[in-house]
Nanobody, 124 residues
Framework: QVQLVESGGGSVQAGGSLRPSCTAS????????IGWFRQAPGKEREFVAT????????FYADAVKGRFTISRDHARDTVYLQMTNLKPEDTGVYYC?????????????????WGQGTQVTVSS
């Protein structure tokens, strides 16, 4: 089993940047796809980006494509979500999740382990 801990959220103005991170403990990330999801107040949790471990490539939701980048630091068992040109609609709690599914998992039910979330607030 893998435990996930997010950090690096915060509050920024529109146009700013943040880089939340997701660190694993218990098991190595090397055989897990890691995804980022977010949930705005009153809305359902939605997919943001995924970093596959086998048989796929990085994949992004249309709303963040070109602004967000997901990356891995294998030595630290950490996955980052570099967020640039942030918009107020990016506000929400950001969660990372892990699954051993191959390919490019992008749906909530495809993930087995979840972190506790980190708050991102973008003001206009």
């Amino acid at each position: 089993q893998v435990q996930l801990v997010e950090s690096g959220g915060g509050s920024v103005q529109a146009g700013g940047s943040l880089r939340p991170s997701c660190t694993a403990s218990g098991r190595s990330f090397s055989t897990y796809a890691i995804g980022w999801f977010r949930q705005a107040p009153g809305k359902e949790r939605e997919f943001v980006a995924t970093s596959p471990w086998f048989g796929g490539t990085e994949f992004y939701a249309d709303a963040v494509k070109g602004r967000f980048t997901i990356s891995r630091d294998h030595a630290r068992d950490t996955v980052y979500l570099q967020m640039t040109n942030l918009k107020p609609e990016d506000t929400g709690v950001y969660y990372c999740a892990a699954t051993q599914r191959v390919g490019t998992p992008a749906k909530l039910h495809e993930y087995d382990y979840w972190g506790q979330g980190t708050q991102v607030t973008v003001s206009s």
